[in-house]
């Protein structure tokens, strides 16, 4: 730990009678974040952690891209929220770096029916959270986001190398995902 004071939020998006949960969440990222802080290269940087259903999953994490790649077009946003809805069946979190330095965690609390799975995403997003603070990364993704939206291309070769870090570090993410273990007994 670097001594820094990470500013942590939880919160539900459109989740009425999710107060248990919410209690629950906000108590499991707490003892999340000083584990993956201890265990992976890198600073936490500021975290807001966005509990919310599979309906409004896409909704809440496009609107972060946007913001983030600073996208105007409207029939490019709209493209880019039809398709976040299309996938958001399978997606048990998603990690997006913020602009103002920060990373959201959106995570679909109907993929995860007990602590030990929401531990265990959580570990996995934290990973990605760190991640964005090692030198070039959160400017390659934020350069990723806008080839994405159309917003600005990358040429070939800089998409290979974005996908191949990618790859990279969702391995590192899923090879930390045992230190759910310490957050919550239980988990895998």
Do not use: W
Request: with cysteine; glycine share 4%.
């Amino acid at each position: 730990m670097n001594g820094d004071v990470v500013k942590l939020t939880v919160s539900t998006h459109k989740l009425p009678g999710y107060r248990a949960t919410l209690r629950t969440a906000k108590r499991l990222t707490e003892e999340a974040v000083r584990v993956v802080e201890r265990s992976v290269d890198g600073r936490m940087p500021d975290v807001q952690v966005v509990l919310t259903s599979e309906r409004y999953l896409a909704e809440v994490a496009t609107a972060a891209e946007i913001e983030t790649a600073e996208c105007t077009d409207k029939r490019v946003q709209s493209r880019a929220l039809r398709s976040a809805k299309k996938l958001a069946g399978e997606t048990d979190a998603r990690a997006i770096p913020l602009a103002d330095g920060g990373v959201l965690i959106v995570v679909n609390v109907d993929q995860h029916p007990n602590e030990a799975t929401f531990a265990i995403t959580l570990v996995h997003e934290l990973v990605h959270a760190m991640q964005t603070s090692r030198k070039g990364v959160r400017d390659r993704l934020i350069a990723g986001l806008r080839n994405d939206l159309g917003v600005e291309r990358l040429s070939r070769r800089q998409s290979r190398e974005h996908d191949r870090c990618l790859e990279q570090e969702e391995r590192e993410a899923y090879s930390r995902e045992y230190l759910a273990r310490r957050v919550v007994p239980s988990a895998a």
